[in-house]
């Protein structure tokens, strides 16, 4: 079935240094790729996303690229500060009978050091 | 606007007994997902509703799980016999038809003694 995979599990970085996730997905249809943002106990927070139709997207300091070949896509934040420590999660979506579900990588806790 | 919301925030339950989630989406959404999100892993797909009726259940674990959503907004899942293992959060998302973008409640964290 659909799978995506989602490296590093944990990523520390020190306070103005970058950050950055990547993920890959097995389903070739999926078409819309979003990242997620969950403080600890709160619920995920959409923070950025891309369509299939483009390679790159930025919002200030973070930015997603995405290759569709590779079937890859990654997160990058700049310019890090202490309350971007948090787990981000990559997702694709699977459409499959009229579903537009989301398939989840298993997250990287970010650590951004002061 | 208002985001989704769902309640109660946490629950705790003995084995064996039946237990009800809800959640009340973005006015408008007419799509509703649920999802289960366990310790240290991203959320797992329940089911997806479109307006009343369940157009993709296939993420339901048994047959002991089971959501509705009567009215094409406020949406109920229901878990009849838990078990130990059904502890986590249970998370509801909801989106315009026709967009992409899932908007998360805060979740209900379950704990099955």
């Known amino acids: 079935g659909e799978n995506v995979e989602q490296h590093p599990s944990t990523l520390s970085v020190q306070e103005g240094d970058s950050a950055v996730i990547k993920c890959t997905y097995s389903?070739?249809?999926?078409?819309?790729f979003p990242w997620y943002k969950q403080e600890l106990g709160k619920r995920p927070q959409l923070i950025i996303d891309?369509?299939?139709?483009?390679g790159e997207k930025k919002d200030q300091r973070i930015a997603v690229t995405l290759n569709k070949t590779a079937k890859h896509f990654s997160l990058h934040i700049t310019e890090t500060q202490p309350e971007d420590s948090a787990v981000y999660f990559c997702a694709a979506n699977h459409l499959q009978g009229g579903s537009e579900k989301l398939v989840f990588g298993k997250g990287t806790k970010l650590t951004v050091n002061p | 606007g208002a985001g989704v919301s769902q309640t109660p925030s946490n629950k705790v339950t003995e084995k064996g007994k039946y237990v009800e989630l809800r959640c009340d989406p973005i006015?408008?959404?007419?799509?509703l997902y649920w999802y289960r999100q366990s310790l240290g892993q991203g959320p797992e797909f329940l089911i997806y509703f479109q307006g009343t009726g369940a157009a993709d259940d296939s993420g339901l674990p048994n047959d002991r799980f089971f959501a509705v959503r009567p009215e094409g907004s406020v949406s109920t899942l229901k878990i009849q016999r838990t078990e130990r293992g059904d502890s986590a959060v249970y998370l509801c998302?909801?989106?315009?038809?026709?967009?992409?973008?899932?908007?998360f409640g805060p979740g209900t964290r379950l704990t099955v003694t």
């Open positions: 006015s408008g959404h007419t799509a």
């Open positions: 389903d070739s249809a999926s078409n819309y």
């Open positions: 891309i369509r299939s139709n483009v």
């Open positions: 998302a909801s989106s315009l038809v026709g967009s992409y973008e899932q908007y």
